[in-house]
Structures are given as C-alpha cells and as structure tokens.
C-alpha cells in the first residue's frame, strides 16, 4: 500500500472537524463570558467611582482573577475543551495561559521554573499584540497626518 | 526482522500499577495496585513517575519469591520523558544491570524482546522488562500544561499513568511463552497531525504485522488475539481497514483489538483512547498475562505501536515517524 492509497483509508475513517458546531460552542461560551464581563462593568460603575473609559481596567483584572481560580481547580480546562476558541480568545484564556504554564512550572522553582515558563503559552499573544498595535497606530497616524481621520 | 526464540522465554510474573484516574479503566481490576495520588505522594510529577516504576518491579520480585536486587540480571526499560530520567532513577534504586530502552510506546514489546534475547542467550535468568508513562509529565513535554484549556479533536488520545512489567526467565510449560518477536522498521506515511497519532501508527502496525505472519507462514486465524498498543479507537478503524483492503474476512479482523481503544471504555472523555507508553505495558502484562495463564487465549500476537515524534520534530514541520515491535506468546 503507498502512501496515496493509504491517505485515502485515512482520510475515509478519520471523523471531519465539526467546524459548524465549534463555532456555534465557541459563540455561546465566549458570548456568555463577555456577557459576565459587561455585567462586571456595570457592577464597578454603579457600586464604585468608575467611568465607562476606566472601568477596562478592573473588569480585565476581574475576569482574570476568576479564570484563574478556575484554572486552579482544573475546571477551565473542561471549559475549554467544550468552548475551543470561545473560552480561549476573550482575556480568560489569556490568564488559562499564564496561570496553567506557572502552575506547571512549580516544580522547577520560582526563578527558572515559574518565572522562565509563565509566559510560554501567552508570550506570542503579547509579541503579536504588540507588534500589530504598532502597526495600527502607525496607519491611523498616517490618515490622521492626512486629514482623512481625526484622533 | 523475526527472530524465533527456541528456547521459548517464559513470563514469569507480571506487575502492573495505574494513577488514580485509571480506576476508570475497564482493565483496573486486573492491575495489582492503583494509587490515589498520581504524583506517588512525591514532591514532583517526575518522581512519582519513578515511584510507579518501582512499585512495579517490587510487586514482581514479591510475586516471584525474589528477595535480593541481585538476583534480577537485567532490567530493561524506558519512558517517554526527556533522556528517560524516571526510568534512570527507578534504576538507580533497583542497582542492577540495565539498559535504557527507546521505541517510544512500542518500548513494552521491544524491552521484551531484547530480555527474551538474553535469556535465550543463557545471559539472563530473570530479567525485567517493561515500560510507563505518566500522564502529567508526559504531557507538559509533548503538548501544553495540563491545566491548559487547549480544545482536543476526537482523533486525539489520553497519555495513561500506568506502569506495566515482565520478569522474562527460563522456559517453563505452565507459564506464557515468548516464542517469536519482531522489530519493527520505522515506517513514516506523512501524518504531520500530533493530535492523529492512530493515524499515523497504524501503517506501522500493518507493516508488523503482515511481515510476522508473512515470515512465520501463519495466517491471522492462527491467533486467538492480536492486539495492537494504543492506535486508539480511530487508528484500530484504520488498521483494520487497511487488512480488509488486503483480503482479510470480518471474522479475521474480529481478531484485532487494541489496549488504548478499549482502556478507558467508551468514554468520550479520554477521545480516541488511551496512549503512552505505559498503556500497552500494563494491559499486556496485567490482563493478557491471566487470560494467558487461565487457557483462555493460546496464542497471541502483541504488537505495541510507537510514535517517534518530539515537541520540536513536529514544530518544525516535519511528520511522525512510527514504529510497531511484535512479540508472540503461547501457552501450552
């Protein structure tokens, strides 16, 4: 059998990628994880002295600190295998991330362990994060310096 | 390659022990102990790895009335972490002759195979053979932090924390006996999908297989079992698919099975199955060894299956190599 053939056998028996159902899965938790994060917003400008350009703050800060005890008692990592993209693209995923590469790394002490490996998951995000913000306030500079746009 | 054993090695006594999570697996009852804590009640996961390793090979030495460490000639194993150090410690406290062995999950039959060798040598009068895995230390190296909310295809499969273990001595006609073996070659059908590792074993297995019974002259009836290590239950579709495509009958193919498409049941939870080196080991040595022992096979064919794959391998881009090693064990 060559290694056509053999795609072929493969390609018959392995189950398809259910994208449909994923992006259904991934709408409704990461819908519902924003919905809890608008809600959080209106908590802090209600109860406390925020403004709707302050409140990004503590609400990411919020959002984190509950990813991250659920990440602690392993649960977000069920969530995550139900939701995919919709669990792992709000800043949720982002502390899933951070805190499961620390949480394994604790073995290996807090200098070389936690510390060297705590960003190995989300250090792409904040290089490619970074790296585009730039790229979007230069083109925005660019109109701006041309009239097309104001600040 | 086949290389008959004349001498017939036989399995002497077995050991097999599980993490705590593998209480849900449908062979638990066959396995002599199950931990509570999957890191052995060690200060790391890699310790406990060792710990299990240990607690294997002493549960065989009781089993087999071996007081003294020395009395084991050669202790032949390996794992799946990096330079295999669980495996090198679990040594180090066993202190005697040992070879580091590596056919990733194909380790269990290929451990045995050199072991058999030996001791149809006349090299050898108890050597243990064997391989594990476990699940956290096996996973942080090859994928991401267990925690991690990485969704997984239903291709993928679940690394088992499980150690299983052979003592491998002199013929003995009431006790399962090696009689053939082969070493797999490294087959490679371009799978580049760490998360399809039936897919790409499986051709491996076939490879196996087929020159087994090609060289042996047997046909697949002359088995009561032939079972395969952890394709998964996506690979074993695959496998047999390509025996059918062959000329092989349903009734010849019932004949397949596979420990890490039937270790966890039908969990939807753990996917395609299990995997790790410690799957096939513990199945192989636990429950295959009693249904030898009780007359309820009589000739059987483990094929443990490997990928040969690293983290680094795979992000370069490169396919998964695999490897599958067979061992025939009858009994009288």
């Keep these: 059998m060559d290694q056509q053939q053999y795609q072929q056998i493969e390609d018959q028996i392995t189950p398809p990628t259910p994208y449909f159902k994923n992006v259904i899965k991934a709408f409704l938790v990461g819908g519902l994880i924003c919905t809890i994060g608008h809600a959080i917003t209106y908590f802090y400008i209600i109860f406390f002295d925020f403004t709707e350009t302050t409140v990004g703050n503590p609400t990411a800060a919020t959002m984190v600190f509950i990813a991250m005890i659920l990440t602690g008692l392993g649960l977000y990592r069920k969530l995550g295998q139900f939701a995919g993209a919709g669990s792992a693209v709000p800043v949720t995923g982002f502390s899933n991330a951070v805190v499961s590469a620390a949480i394994e790394h604790k073995t290996e002490g807090l200098v070389l362990g936690v510390g060297g490996n705590i960003f190995k998951l989300a250090g792409s995000v904040i290089v490619f994060g970074v790296a585009s913000a730039f790229f979007v306030a230069l083109i925005k500079l660019i109109l701006v310096t041309m009239g097309v746009v104001e600040w | ?332």
């Design chain 2, 1 to 332: 390659m086949v290389i008959i054993f004349k001498t017939k090695p036989s399995i002497i006594a077995c050991g097999a022990v599980a993490g705590p999570l593998e209480k849900k697996s449908v062979f638990y009852s066959y396995f002599d102990s199950v931990v509570e804590d999957e890191r052995w009640n060690q200060k790391t996961n890699e310790q406990g790895h060792a710990m299990m390793i240990q607690e294997a090979c002493n549960i065989i030495m009781k089993k087999a009335n071996i007081t003294n460490n020395l009395d084991i000639d050669f202790f032949l194993s390996g794992d799946l972490v990096n330079q295999m150090t669980p495996t090198n410690f679990a040594a180090r406290e066993l202190a005697v002759s040992f070879i580091g062995m590596f056919s990733a999950c194909a380790t269990s039959v290929s451990s045995a195979i050199v072991a058999s060798l030996l001791t149809e040598l006349g090299a050898s009068k108890y050597a243990i053979a064997g391989s594990s895995s476990q699940h956290n230390s096996i996973e942080r190296q090859f994928r991401y932090p267990v925690d991690y909310g990485g969704q997984k295809p239903e291709t993928a499969q679940w690394t088992v924390t499980a150690a299983g273990y052979a003592l491998i001595g002199k013929h003995d006609p009431k006790l399962p006996s090696i009689v053939a073996g082969t070493i797999g070659k490294v087959v490679d059908y371009g799978e580049v999908n760490p998360f399809h590792m039936g897919g790409a074993m499986a051709p491996a297995a076939f490879d196996t297989i087929s020159s087994h019974l090609k060289k042996r002259n047997q046909k697949i009836t002359d088995y009561d079992l032939i079972m395969t290590g952890d394709l998964g239950k996506i690979g074993l579709k695959i496998l047999k698919a390509m025996f059918a495509q062959t000329g092989a009958k349903q009734e010849e193919l019932d004949i397949f099975r596979d420990a890490g498409a039937e270790f966890y049941g039908e969990d939807k939870s753990f996917q395609s199955g299990a995997s790790g080196a410690g799957c096939s080991a513990s199945v192989y040595y636990s429950y295959i060894e009693q249904q030898l022992k009780t007359g309820r096979y009589k000739r059987v064919l483990l094929c443990a299956t490997g990928a040969l794959l690293s983290p680094l391998s795979f992000q370069q881009g490169q396919s998964i190599p695999c490897t599958a090693h067979a061992i025939e064990i009858t009994m009288e």
